[in-house]
């Protein structure tokens, strides 16, 4: 149990356009997810904290603008890069909270490698 | 400021015992993580400590002394595949996880 997936596993877009990245628990209810960013040979950065029907908090220093992120049910959250240029190029990952084991458990989607060109 | 420090790297060989430490200096304890994370992919979870004391799991233990801000990860009989990085957390008072850099697991032959 407590499967999370991401959509796609990779994209390559070019400079200036959108890319949407999908989270979704599969076999449980996620009342929190979160956006990482992890750059080759970093650790984890956390982006953002997605709670579902509400707006999502970000870390100091993420553009709220740039990245969206929607968290419109239980069970998915997505992640849009606006106007992407070759700086956003880096492995998101999302992780989700299983609401009915308690606060504790995080479980990690397998992450979306994004190269911008 | 909030801190969790680990090595940046160790080497190890295949069937020996290696321990990675990690030392916290966070805005709360809710409880320690450690994650196992290959090369391109996303991390996955080895253990959780929130009391004191050693837990073990097959060929992993984890270490924690709170009073310490000090936790360990034992790994026994080295496989090759253990090559990776090894992530501590920490939960804070807001149950935001805080991540140390990760400590790079070298298996050699």
């Known amino acids: 149990g407590a499967v999370v997936s991401q959509h796609p596993s990779r994209v390559i877009c070019k400079s200036g356009t959108s890319v949407k990245i999908e989270c979704r628990s599969l076999?449980?209810?996620?009342?929190?997810m979160f956006w990482y960013r992890q750059f080759p040979k970093q650790s984890l950065m956390l982006m953002a904290t997605s709670n579902e029907g509400s707006k999502a908090t970000y870390e100091q220093g993420v553009e709220k603008d740039k990245f969206l992120i929607n968290h419109a049910s239980l069970t998915l959250s997505t992640l849009t890069v606006t106007s992407a240029h070759p700086e956003d190029s880096s492995f998101y990952i999302c992780?989700?909270?299983?609401?009915?084991?308690?606060?504790?458990?995080?479980?990690f989607g397998p992450g979306t490698r994004l190269t911008v060109t | 400021g909030q801190n969790i420090d680990q090595p940046t790297e160790m080497t190890a060989t295949e069937g020996a015992i290696v321990q990675i430490n990690c030392t916290y200096q966070?805005?709360?304890?809710?409880?320690l993580f450690w994650y196992q994370q290959h090369a391109g992919e996303a991390p996955t979870f080895l253990s959780y400590n929130v009391l004191d004391g050693l837990e073990e799991k097959g060929r992993f233990s984890s270490f924690l002394s709170r009073s310490k801000g000090y936790s360990y990860l034992l790994l026994k009989e080295l496989q090759m595949k253990d090559s990776a990085s090894y992530l501590c957390a920490v939960m804070d008072s807001n149950y935001q996880l805080i991540w140390g850099a990760g400590t790079k697991l070298i298996i050699k032959p």
């Open positions: 076999d449980f209810q996620a009342t929190t």
């Open positions: 966070t805005s709360g304890f809710n409880g």
């Open positions: 992780s989700a909270r299983d609401a009915a084991s308690g606060i504790y458990e995080q479980y």
